[in-house]
């Protein structure tokens, strides 16, 4: 999500790509320097309907930016493949130093890839950018726990917090709030045009960017300044490439044009996909939230509405809640492939509960008569009157028909009468803040810990900026990321579910799982998919 304009549009680099992406399509046995160990010389191409927003890491929160982003931009930590763990990276080494004081020791030497040094200058920058800047679409506010940033020297950087011993922060150092930035190329108090970026060569990852035309198709060429975890790219050329629709990203897989195609295909297609004998779908750990978020001010009796009535409010979200049949969802819409979500933290994660099972519906199937007593109960008119919004492109091509069920479901019982409306991404993730009483989202996890399902989403002036607070919530989410006895913090993360259970201010449907399809000479791409829910060119060989 971004307000950065879009990027370079030359002819020069169209040709750049077009060459790269041919070339990427060449299979291993075609290339005497593929396979086998070491780096290849053939380019790797991924095709993806995920678009970015920006590639400026304090303008964007989204899986489409953030993937770009892990090719590119250094991390302090970051998680190696197969693993959620954070891993030294950029740093030498980092630890509570005092309860509040987190102290990362950086490798010395460090570069970036257009010379300049890489340094603790640029840590304390880009980390207080982070809060400076403070975009709406951006991830500032994983950064909720930090009261300041020093550098003492130029190998040192001591994060101060306001909760001791956080749990959480060094997850956070590994998420889109993480990737490093040159302070002399980035702006300290706006965000940087995409194309500025790439002309000021401000790369630290596994990958630079050769060419870049925005959401059509990106080619890296390996970084040698690199000196992350992550070590050196298998291939020494990799592209990523666009697709707007998903039948054409299903169909130049199978022809081999791509090799390996991830997010999102429909489940018809993952399905026959998985019959074609030169290709494999290749499954990772499911922590995708699919939800709709109620905005506190704009929906039906909403606080800057005419007619403003909290419990009526409320209300509206209880019914709504009683109504949806997140199993009729599931089983007509994605064959499976999600599963019902009756919270708001996934089921796998400690402390994960279903809390929305038990208060809303019966058993988790609709309940229209208690969405009928509800309404009654609160005094308000039916058929309630609610402006939904989905997204038909970055949740994947299938969103369409999950709304369309979810309006049917509410207006079963003429409880409700759907205003449904669908935005392509675009201007979706710049409107859906400000112009959308009720909408869809998708949430792909920072890092894997159940506080990543509540911090961003129920802390004060949280991500979604929907107007929600309750102060009662928010300092319970405080205080758990500082809770270092296991049992204590996962008591809490259970009751901060059935805190924001009672309070709806987002609604959570389905919960899913990674999926790519690869070529059969594609190594490695299970890795890509781990629990850290990163997917790095870089790691894939070919």
């Known amino acids: 999500m971004t307000r950065t304009k879009n990027g370079l549009r030359l002819a020069a680099a169209v040709v750049g790509i077009s060459a790269l992406a041919l070339t990427g399509c060449t299979s291993a046995?075609?290339?005497?320097?593929?396979?086998?160990?070491?780096e290849s010389s053939a380019p790797i191409t991924l095709g993806t309907t995920d678009k970015v927003t920006s590639l400026d890491p304090a303008g964007s929160y989204d899986n489409?930016?953030?993937?770009?982003?892990?090719?590119?931009?250094?991390?302090?930590?970051?998680s190696e493949p197969g693993s959620p763990e954070p891993s030294m990276s950029l740093a030498e080494s980092a630890e509570f130093t005092t309860p509040t004081e987190y102290t990362v020791k950086l490798k010395s030497g460090l570069k970036w890839a257009n010379g300049h040094d890489l340094d603790s200058k640029d840590v304390k920058f880009t980390f207080d950018r982070q809060l400076k800047i403070a975009d709406p679409n951006g991830p500032s506010s994983l950064l909720g726990n930090v009261e300041s940033i020093e550098a003492p020297?130029?190998?040192?950087?001591?994060f101060k917090l306001k909760v001791g011993n956080d749990q959480t922060f060094p997850q956070?150092?590994?998420?889109?709030?993480?990737?490093?930035?040159?302070?002399?190329?980035?702006?300290?108090?706006?965000?940087?045009?995409?194309?500025k970026i790439v002309e000021g060569k401000a790369f630290g990852g596994q990958y630079v960017i050769d060419s870049y035309s925005k959401n059509n198709l990106i080619s890296f060429s390996a970084n040698d300044s690199y000196a992350g975890v992550l070590g050196k790219p298998a291939n020494s050329k990799a592209a990523i490439k666009y697709y707007a629709d998903a039948n054409n990203l299903k169909l130049e897989v199978q022809e081999g044009k791509i090799d390996v195609a991830w997010r999102s295909l429909t489940p018809t297609d993952i399905e026959d996909l998985g019959k074609d004998e030169n290709l494999a779908v290749h499954k990772g750990p499911g922590g995708e939230l699919r939800y709709i978020v109620f905005n506190f001010d704009t929906m039906p009796y909403g606080a800057k509405t005419a007619d403003a009535d909290e419990a009526k409010s409320l209300a509206v979200r209880q019914a709504a809640a009683h109504l949806v049949d997140r199993e009729a969802i599931a089983k007509n819409v994605y064959k499976d492939t999600y599963t019902p979500a009756y919270s708001y933290v996934p089921q796998g994660?400690?402390?994960?509960?279903?809390?929305?099972?038990?208060?809303?519906?019966?058993?988790?199937?609709?309940?229209?008569?208690?969405a009928k007593k509800v309404l009654e109960d609160a005094g308000v008119e039916t058929p309630v009157k609610l402006a939904l919004q989905y997204n038909p492109d970055h949740y994947g091509p299938n969103s369409g028909d999950e709304y369309a069920l979810v309006e049917k479901q509410l207006e079963a019982d003429g409880l409700f009468d759907v205003d449904l409306k669908s935005t392509e991404w675009v201007t979706y993730q710049k409107q859906r803040v400000t112009d959308y009483p009720a909408y869809q989202l998708g949430w792909f996890p920072d890092y894997s810990d159940a506080d990543n399902y509540l911090s961003p989403f129920f802390a004060k002036?949280?991500?979604?900026?929907?107007?929600?607070?309750?102060?009662?919530?928010?300092?319970?989410?405080a205080d758990q990321r500082g809770m270092t006895d296991a049992g204590e913090r996962t008591a809490a993360i259970g009751k901060l579910q059935t805190m924001v259970a009672e309070d709806l201010s987002t609604l959570p449907l389905l919960q899913g799982s990674q999926v790519a399809v690869a070529g059969k000479d594609?190594?490695?791409?299970d890795k890509t998919l781990d629990a850290s829910f990163k997917f790095r060119l870089g790691v894939l060989s070919k």
């Open 29 to 38: 046995s075609e290339d005497s320097n593929s396979g086998g160990s070491g």
């Open 153 to 158: 020297d130029a190998t040192t950087v001591v």
């Open 522 to 525: 594609v190594k490695d791409v």
């Open 349 to 370: 994660f400690t402390g994960a509960a279903e809390p929305l099972k038990d208060m809303y519906g019966t058993d988790g199937k609709p309940d229209a008569a208690n």
């Open 461 to 477: 002036d949280n991500f979604l900026s929907n107007n929600y607070d309750n102060p009662e919530v928010d300092k319970l989410i």
């Open 64 to 78: 489409g930016s953030f993937m770009v982003m892990n090719q590119i931009f250094p991390f302090l930590l970051n």
């Open 172 to 195: 956070v150092l590994t998420s889109p709030v993480g990737p490093i930035v040159d302070d002399e190329v980035f702006p300290a108090d706006k965000l940087l045009e995409d194309q």
